[in-house]
Protein backbone atom coordinates (compact mmCIF):
# COMPACT_ATOMS: atom_id res chain seq x y z
CA UNK A 1 0.00 0.00 0.00
CA UNK A 2 3.09 2.31 0.73
CA UNK A 3 3.60 2.14 -3.19
CA UNK A 4 0.23 4.51 -3.84
CA UNK A 5 2.20 7.49 -1.62
CA UNK A 6 5.16 6.78 -3.34
CA UNK A 7 3.67 7.50 -6.85
CA UNK A 8 2.94 11.25 -4.71
CA UNK A 9 6.07 11.59 -3.87
CA UNK A 10 7.81 10.26 -7.36
CA UNK A 11 5.22 12.48 -9.46
CA UNK A 12 4.32 16.28 -9.56
CA UNK A 13 0.77 15.13 -9.65
CA UNK A 14 -0.85 19.20 -9.93
CA UNK A 15 1.73 19.24 -13.15
CA UNK A 16 0.48 15.50 -14.58
CA UNK A 17 -3.67 15.79 -14.01
CA UNK A 18 -2.93 19.30 -15.58
CA UNK A 19 -0.96 18.47 -18.99
CA UNK A 20 -2.88 15.11 -19.27
CA UNK A 21 -6.07 14.57 -17.28
CA UNK A 22 -7.40 12.07 -19.28
CA UNK A 23 -4.84 10.08 -18.28
CA UNK A 24 -4.58 10.87 -14.56
CA UNK A 25 -8.28 10.39 -14.56
CA UNK A 26 -8.43 6.90 -15.84
CA UNK A 27 -5.26 5.69 -13.49
CA UNK A 28 -7.20 7.64 -10.44
CA UNK A 29 -9.74 5.59 -11.18
CA UNK A 30 -7.65 1.96 -11.71
CA UNK A 31 -6.05 2.51 -8.69
CA UNK A 32 -8.89 3.47 -6.54
CA UNK A 33 -10.50 0.22 -7.55
CA UNK A 34 -7.23 -1.66 -6.63
CA UNK A 35 -6.79 0.05 -3.42
CA UNK A 36 -10.90 -0.96 -2.58
CA UNK A 37 -10.12 -4.42 -3.58
CA UNK A 38 -7.25 -4.72 -1.34
CA UNK A 39 -9.23 -3.61 1.26
CA UNK A 40 -11.90 -5.84 0.34
CA UNK A 41 -9.87 -8.40 0.54
CA UNK A 42 -7.84 -7.77 4.02
CA UNK A 43 -11.29 -7.49 5.46
CA UNK A 44 -12.56 -11.21 3.45
CA UNK A 45 -9.67 -12.94 5.07
CA UNK A 46 -10.18 -12.00 8.56
CA UNK A 47 -14.08 -12.97 8.04
CA UNK A 48 -13.07 -16.32 6.88
CA UNK A 49 -11.70 -17.10 10.21
CA UNK A 50 -15.49 -17.99 10.90
CA UNK A 51 -15.49 -20.70 8.31
CA UNK B 1 -24.64 -38.78 87.17
CA UNK B 2 -24.80 -40.87 83.58
CA UNK B 3 -26.46 -37.98 81.64
CA UNK B 4 -23.87 -35.57 83.27
CA UNK B 5 -21.10 -37.51 82.01
CA UNK B 6 -22.46 -37.50 78.56
CA UNK B 7 -23.48 -34.03 78.29
CA UNK B 8 -19.60 -33.26 79.31
CA UNK B 9 -18.58 -35.60 76.47
CA UNK B 10 -20.75 -33.95 73.60
CA UNK B 11 -19.74 -30.43 75.15
CA UNK B 12 -16.49 -31.07 75.29
CA UNK B 13 -16.92 -32.47 71.42
CA UNK B 14 -18.27 -29.20 70.04
CA UNK B 15 -15.85 -27.14 71.73
CA UNK B 16 -12.66 -28.92 70.72
CA UNK B 17 -14.23 -29.37 67.10
CA UNK B 18 -13.18 -32.87 66.56
CA UNK B 19 -9.78 -31.58 67.55
CA UNK B 20 -9.31 -34.42 69.80
CA UNK B 21 -9.48 -36.82 67.14
CA UNK B 22 -6.00 -35.38 65.57
CA UNK B 23 -5.77 -33.08 62.90
CA UNK B 24 -6.52 -33.80 58.81
CA UNK B 25 -4.34 -33.65 56.16
CA UNK B 26 -5.58 -31.31 53.37
CA UNK B 27 -4.28 -31.58 50.41
CA UNK B 28 -3.88 -28.80 47.97
CA UNK B 29 -3.53 -30.35 44.07
CA UNK B 30 -3.13 -27.10 41.21
CA UNK B 31 -4.98 -28.90 38.39
CA UNK B 32 -5.55 -26.96 35.14
CA UNK B 33 -9.06 -26.28 34.29
CA UNK B 34 -10.26 -25.54 30.51
CA UNK B 35 -12.09 -22.75 29.96
CA UNK B 36 -14.56 -23.14 26.73
CA UNK B 37 -14.09 -19.10 25.25
CA UNK B 38 -16.99 -18.83 22.67
CA UNK B 39 -15.02 -17.07 19.88
CA UNK B 40 -17.60 -14.40 18.43
CA UNK B 41 -18.37 -14.24 14.88
CA UNK B 42 -16.36 -12.19 12.87
CA UNK B 43 -18.05 -8.92 10.89
CA UNK B 44 -18.64 -9.64 7.19
CA UNK B 45 -16.17 -8.63 4.75
CA UNK B 46 -16.14 -4.62 4.13
CA UNK B 47 -17.99 -4.12 0.51
CA UNK B 48 -16.64 -0.99 -1.11
CA UNK B 49 -18.02 0.85 -4.42
CA UNK B 50 -16.00 3.23 -6.29
CA UNK B 51 -16.61 6.40 -7.40
CA UNK B 52 -15.83 8.00 -10.42
CA UNK B 53 -12.97 10.42 -10.17
CA UNK B 54 -13.40 13.11 -13.28
CA UNK B 55 -9.68 14.96 -13.57
CA UNK B 56 -10.63 18.36 -15.25
CA UNK B 57 -7.88 21.11 -16.14
CA UNK B 58 -7.79 23.03 -19.44
CA UNK B 59 -6.13 21.20 -22.07
CA UNK B 60 -7.81 20.74 -25.40
CA UNK B 61 -8.97 17.06 -25.79
CA UNK B 62 -6.61 15.65 -28.52
CA UNK B 63 -8.76 13.25 -30.41
CA UNK B 64 -8.05 9.67 -30.68
CA UNK B 65 -6.72 8.70 -34.01
CA UNK B 66 -9.08 6.88 -36.41
CA UNK B 67 -8.90 3.24 -36.83
CA UNK B 68 -7.70 1.49 -39.82
CA UNK B 69 -10.84 -0.51 -40.80
CA UNK B 70 -8.83 -3.54 -41.82
CA UNK B 71 -6.13 -4.07 -39.19
CA UNK B 72 -8.87 -2.49 -36.76
CA UNK B 73 -5.46 -0.71 -34.99
CA UNK B 74 -5.46 2.99 -34.52
CA UNK B 75 -3.53 4.98 -37.50
CA UNK B 76 -3.09 8.65 -37.07
CA UNK B 77 -2.17 8.91 -40.45
CA UNK B 78 -5.93 8.16 -41.61
CA UNK B 79 -6.82 11.39 -39.64
CA UNK B 80 -8.53 11.51 -35.40
CA UNK B 81 -12.05 11.20 -34.67
CA UNK B 82 -14.19 14.22 -34.77
CA UNK B 83 -16.34 14.09 -31.75
CA UNK B 84 -15.86 17.96 -29.87
CA UNK B 85 -15.10 21.45 -31.60
CA UNK B 86 -12.02 22.82 -31.80
CA UNK B 87 -10.33 23.63 -29.07
CA UNK B 88 -12.91 21.53 -27.00
CA UNK B 89 -11.22 20.84 -23.72
CA UNK B 90 -11.39 19.14 -20.43
CA UNK B 91 -13.28 21.03 -18.32
CA UNK B 92 -15.48 22.14 -21.31
CA UNK B 93 -16.55 18.32 -21.65
CA UNK B 94 -17.05 18.01 -17.74
CA UNK B 95 -19.34 20.89 -17.95
CA UNK B 96 -21.26 19.38 -20.54
CA UNK B 97 -21.33 16.12 -19.24
CA UNK B 98 -22.31 17.64 -15.61
CA UNK B 99 -24.87 19.43 -17.20
CA UNK B 100 -26.52 16.44 -19.41
CA UNK B 101 -26.37 14.14 -16.03
CA UNK B 102 -28.46 17.00 -13.94
CA UNK B 103 -30.86 18.29 -16.20
CA UNK B 104 -29.21 21.16 -17.32
CA UNK B 105 -27.67 22.49 -13.71
CA UNK B 106 -24.17 22.52 -12.97
CA UNK B 107 -23.44 20.83 -9.41
CA UNK B 108 -20.58 18.74 -8.26
CA UNK B 109 -18.38 18.05 -5.93
CA UNK B 110 -14.47 19.14 -6.05
CA UNK B 111 -11.27 18.00 -4.51
CA UNK B 112 -8.20 19.74 -5.46
CA UNK B 113 -4.63 17.81 -6.16
CA UNK B 114 -3.50 18.49 -2.43
CA UNK B 115 -7.11 16.69 -0.73
CA UNK B 116 -6.97 13.73 -3.12
CA UNK B 117 -3.70 12.95 -2.12
CA UNK B 118 -4.90 13.13 1.41
CA UNK B 119 -7.61 11.09 0.91
CA UNK B 120 -5.33 8.21 -0.38
CA UNK B 121 -3.17 8.74 2.62
CA UNK B 122 -6.54 8.37 4.60
CA UNK B 123 -7.82 4.99 2.44
CA UNK B 124 -3.86 3.86 3.54
CA UNK B 125 -4.04 4.35 7.13
CA UNK B 126 -7.52 2.52 7.30
CA UNK B 127 -6.17 -0.56 5.41
CA UNK B 128 -2.94 -0.41 8.00
CA UNK B 129 -5.34 -0.36 10.52
CA UNK B 130 -7.55 -3.58 9.49
CA UNK B 131 -4.28 -5.31 8.95
CA UNK B 132 -2.96 -4.92 11.97
CA UNK B 133 -6.50 -5.15 13.74
CA UNK B 134 -6.97 -8.93 12.01
CA UNK B 135 -3.71 -9.82 13.75
CA UNK B 136 -4.67 -9.38 16.75
CA UNK B 137 -7.96 -11.04 16.19
CA UNK B 138 -5.74 -13.77 14.53
CA UNK B 139 -3.20 -14.09 17.52
CA UNK B 140 -6.57 -13.67 20.49
CA UNK B 141 -7.92 -16.55 18.29
CA UNK B 142 -5.27 -18.95 18.80
CA UNK B 143 -4.75 -18.54 22.29
CA UNK B 144 -8.35 -18.90 23.23
CA UNK B 145 -9.49 -21.67 20.50
CA UNK B 146 -9.25 -25.14 22.06
CA UNK B 147 -10.08 -26.98 18.60
CA UNK B 148 -6.65 -28.45 17.09
CA UNK B 149 -6.98 -27.45 13.91
CA UNK B 150 -7.67 -23.69 16.00
CA UNK B 151 -3.52 -22.86 16.10
CA UNK B 152 -3.14 -23.13 12.13
CA UNK B 153 -5.44 -20.44 11.48
CA UNK B 154 -2.99 -17.70 9.56
CA UNK B 155 -3.20 -14.42 7.45
CA UNK B 156 -0.99 -12.88 5.48
CA UNK B 157 0.08 -9.28 6.47
CA UNK B 158 2.92 -7.50 4.66
CA UNK B 159 5.90 -6.66 6.66
CA UNK B 160 6.79 -3.96 5.10
CA UNK B 161 6.83 -1.35 7.66
CA UNK B 162 3.86 0.99 6.60
CA UNK B 163 1.09 -1.73 6.34
Redesign the interface.
Known amino acids: ?2 E ?2 DI ?1 RRHN ?2 KL ?6 M ?2 KR ?2 NK ?2 E ?2 D ?3 N ?6 A ?2 D | MRLKTIALGLALLTISGCSLLGPKEVEIITKPVQIEIVQPVLPRPIDLKEPKWYVVSDSVIIENCLKDPETKKSNCKLGREDLYPEGYTYLDKFIDDIKKNHGGDIVFFAMTVDDYELMAFNTQEIKRYINQLGEVIVYYRNVTINDDNGGAVEIKVKKDGDN
Open positions: MAYMFLSASAKPGIEANTKAFAIEDSARISLN
